[in-house]
T-cell receptor, first 115, second 116 residues
């Protein structure tokens, strides 16, 4: 079964700092990759997704992620974070084959941005 | 677009009672809905997948007689926690997917269940 690992449980940054959240998955076949964000008191929202094509994916709110197949990674980046980016971020994977679109989530990374 | 609602947003019940949680896709038809459970400071764990008009597929370790799922229409799925116990207290989240395969899932706001 596939698994998803997020390296950091809690990241604390100051505004304008650059962000990179790590995500690695274990599955050798075709994958679809997602980053979701959960703002305090709100539901999960899709930040960006990768299905195929350009491995550098741009999402909403200035976020981007790069799919590196050889490293089984899909790290999330933002060059300059804002206080409003404080939230929990989840990496998720849909593995190919017979998984019928089931999402496997990473443990989540809480991002706290200080003004 | 792509809004998913859940009702209720939170519920407190006595041990031994049953609780029904509704998940609705408000502006699209969802051929598939998913039910997740999230424990504090942990990730979402898929409980079951439901397709409209057919029986739900449960993940390993999830008791299908405990967590009854009904997906009677393309816009509504329900999760009933039967004979709830304190260990069932959790945050239950549904998602809905408009098509087949790997299309994006849209998540509901979640239902917090507390069993006393």
């Amino acid at each position: 079964a596939q698994s998803v690992s997020q390296h950091n449980h809690h990241v604390i940054l100051s505004e304008a700092a650059s962000l990179e959240l790590g995500c690695n998955y274990s599955y050798g076949g075709t994958v679809n990759l997602f980053w979701y964000v959960q703002y305090p008191g709100q539901h999960l929202q899709l930040l960006l997704k990768y299905f195929s094509g350009d491995p550098l994916v741009k999402g909403i709110k200035g976020f981007e992620a790069e799919f590196i197949k050889s490293k089984f990674s899909f790290n999330l980046r933002k060059p300059s974070v804002q206080w409003s980016d404080t939230a929990e971020y989840f990496c998720a994977v849909i593995a190919g084959g017979t998984s019928y679109g089931k999402l496997t989530f990473g443990q989540g990374t809480i991002l706290t941005v200080h003004p | 677009g792509a809004v998913v609602s859940q009702h209720p947003s939170w519920v407190i019940c006595k041990s031994g009672t049953s609780v029904k949680i509704e998940c609705r896709s408000l502006d699209f038809q969802a051929t598939t809905m998913f039910w997740y459970r999230q424990f504090p400071k942990q990730s979402l764990m898929l409980m079951a997948t439901s397709n409209e008009g057919s029986k739900a597929t449960y993940e390993q370790g999830v008791e299908k007689d405990k967590f009854l799922i009904n997906h009677a229409s393309l816009t509504l799925s329900t999760l009933t926690v039967t004979s709830a116990h304190p260990e069932d207290s959790s945050f239950y989240i549904c998602s809905a997917r408009p098509g087949q395969g790997r299309e994006t899932q849209y998540f509901g706001p979640g239902t917090r269940l507390l069993v006393l």
